[in-house]
């Protein structure tokens, strides 16, 4: 496979109304992002992918784009853009988009014209259906923010079809007029420099509503290769597509490069593995770690060449990944920095969530109220009239919930974690005292630090970036163990999964005279005659 430059970039995501606020409005905003510039340079990161941040009503926080090819007034113009793409350029930065285009925003012109009436020139731009025979909604799909993907309109007596929310209708991906106005949109913003893109929920794209078919349909494939020669296919940059019903025979198909369709996609196995089959992440159960580790070393050994992966714990969907897999209370520094050398040292491309990199937690607002997250909300009605306590609801927002991964980033301990000087959107995390940016460099030992070192240890060893993986002590459900090799090294990686120490031998082809411990998350260097693993301890050997 021909090495590529987004194989050895480690991705940083921005989820800009959280990020920081430069003009005391209480949402974050691209000039913030600009003065924070410096910060990301010094974590060593290459890429940094930015929710989207296009006009918007904001109901799914700007997944329901109004106008793509102008930005939200809370988040600046197209000025502060081009200077964001200029200024992360002069620091080796690029900058990739959401691409949101699987549905628009009701307020999109597209479909304020596709309403109007049967015979408007945007009619067929969106998914309409008559009643049936009896009146009722086209059929039985269901939205994946809960009740029915398809939404009475009065004006002409048709349903319209919608995955996410109501205000979020599907676009007509068999109409080539909206295709093809997609691939001019697309290409407006790769002739201003940006590097790529990240594709919200691109499986979805080729649904078939009349088959009762959403995820992968049957023209997907053709689509994105379509996709590809008009738009960014003679360019060199990173594409990602968000797919959440990914298998590997299914990456290999949009990430082989003889395919020509993606570079990578984000797969969610490793993210579900704990949801309930009905209910999802509002029902969670606990985790079983030896499917975990099956899960991921599944992922790293069957792409083989013929695709490429991303490595992520965490976005803007999901919960803080070291409230999630480690311990937020006395172990979170040793077991957020053994959650990013267990991710890091694995063969892909990692993605770092804003605020992973000091270890932000999980937020426990008691109130629902508190809450801004739309599926959240969603859900809370639905699973209520489902029988679910109160109780039992708010203990899965907390485990689970969308706004987890949202509140403002803690920059220091001064009012509002520095993250501005009002009342910011969505409340900070109460600990912002003790956990924030400030401290996390002031100290040489903290979590930022970590992740600083595993950043540059990637540029350092193709062995990271290219080598093979395997599995070790398949059957242990306390260390995630790992080898990369090459021809010439061997990278050993251990993990101890818990809070207990747990007996440990390191193997016989480990000697002091042919290794060299490179990270490890406890100050004291583990010993060669090491007997025990520490809570949550990890550290890696080159051999
Ligand atoms: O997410 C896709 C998506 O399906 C998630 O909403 C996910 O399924 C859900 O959290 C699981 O319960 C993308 C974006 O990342 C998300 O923020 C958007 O809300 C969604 O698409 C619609 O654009
Ligand atoms: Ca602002």
């Known amino acids: 496979m021909e090495k590529k430059w987004w194989q050895s970039s ?89 691409l949101v285009v699987n549905h628009t925003s009701d307020e999109h012109f597209w479909f304020k014209e596709s309403r109007k009436s049967k015979d408007n020139p945007y009619r067929d731009y969106y998914i ?13 799909i269901d939205s994946i923010f809960s009740g029915p993907a398809w939404t009475f309109d009065e004006l002409t007596g048709q349903y319209y079809f919608h995955l996410f929310d ?67 296919g003679d360019r060199d940059v990173l594409t990602v597509g968000e797919t959440w019903g990914a298998t590997p025979e299914i990456a290999k198909m949009y990430s082989d490069p003889k395919r020509n369709e993606l570079s990578m996609i984000f797969q969610f196995e490793h993210i ?48 803080r990944i070291v409230s999630k897999r480690g311990d937020e209370g006395l172990y979170r520094v040793e077991s957020a920095k053994m959650l990013a050398t267990l991710l890091h040292f694995l063969k892909g491309t990692p993605y770092i969530f804003q605020g992973e990199e000091i270890g932000m937690t999980n937020v426990k607002f008691d109130s629902l109220e508190d809450y801004d997250d739309i599926e959240t909300h969603n859900f809370y009605k639905k699973n209520i009239k489902d029988g679910f306590s109160h109780e039992d609801m708010m203990k899965a927002i907390w485990e689970n919930g969308r706004d987890n991964a949202r509140t403002p980033i803690q920059w220091d301990s001064t009012a509002n974690a520095g993250f501005s000087s009002t009342k910011p959107w969505l409340k900070v995390n109460p600990n912002y005292k003790t956990i924030n940016v400030e401290l996390a460099l002031e100290d040489d030992n903290s979590i930022f630090y970590h992740y600083k070192r595993l950043i540059a240890l990637r540029k350092e060893m193709d062995l990271i970036v290219y080598g093979d993986f395997q599995l070790l002590l398949e059957e242990d459900p306390s260390i995630f163990a790992y080898i990369r090799s090459d021809a010439e090294n061997k990278l050993l990686v251990v993990c101890n999964v818990t809070g207990n120490e747990i007996p440990f031998i390191l193997p016989d082809f480990i000697s002091p005279i042919n290794s060299r411990l490179i990270i490890t998350n406890y100050n004291d260097q583990p010993l060669k005659d090491i007997q025990n693993l520490r809570p949550y301890e990890s550290f890696a050997y080159l051999i």
């Not at 964001?84 to 930065?93: G, H, T």
């Not at 676009?171 to 080539?176: F, G, Q, R, S, T």
Request: charged share 30%; hydrophobic share 35%.
């Open 10 to 98: 480690v991705v940083y995501q921005i989820y800009p109304r959280s990020f920081k606020d430069s003009n005391n409005d209480g949402i974050g905003d691209i000039n913030g992002m600009i003065s924070k510039l410096d910060y990301l340079d010094d974590l060593g990161i290459d890429v940094i992918w930015l929710s989207p941040v296009y006009s918007s009503p904001m109901c799914d926080n700007g997944y329901d784009i109004s106008n793509y090819r102008d930005i939200a007034d809370e988040y600046g113009t197209m000025d502060d853009i081009d200077r964001l793409i200029q200024e992360a350029s002069k620091r080796n930065i690029k900058i990739i988009m959401d």
């Open 272 to 319: 579900t593995i704990d949801w309930d089959e009905v209910y999802g992440k509002f029902k969670p159960k606990p985790l079983d770690m030896l499917e975990f580790k099956k899960v991921i070393s599944k992922w790293q050994t069957e792409l083989t060449d013929e695709g490429w992966n991303s490595l992520f714990w965490s976005n803007h969907d999901l919960p």
């Open 128 to 140: 309409w259906r008559d009643p049936t025979d009896d009146g009722l909604v086209p059929n039985d």
């Open 166 to 232: 109501r205000r979020q209708p599907d676009l007509n991906w068999e109409n080539k007029e909206v295709r093809d106005k997609i691939y001019d949109m697309m290409n407006f913003w790769l002739d201003k420099g940006v590097g790529g893109f990240r594709m919200d929920v691109i499986d979805l794209i080729a649904k078939e509503v009349d088959r009762k078919i959403t995820g992968n349909g049957p023209r997907l494939h053709t689509l994105l290769k379509e996709m590809n020669i008009a738009t960014f």
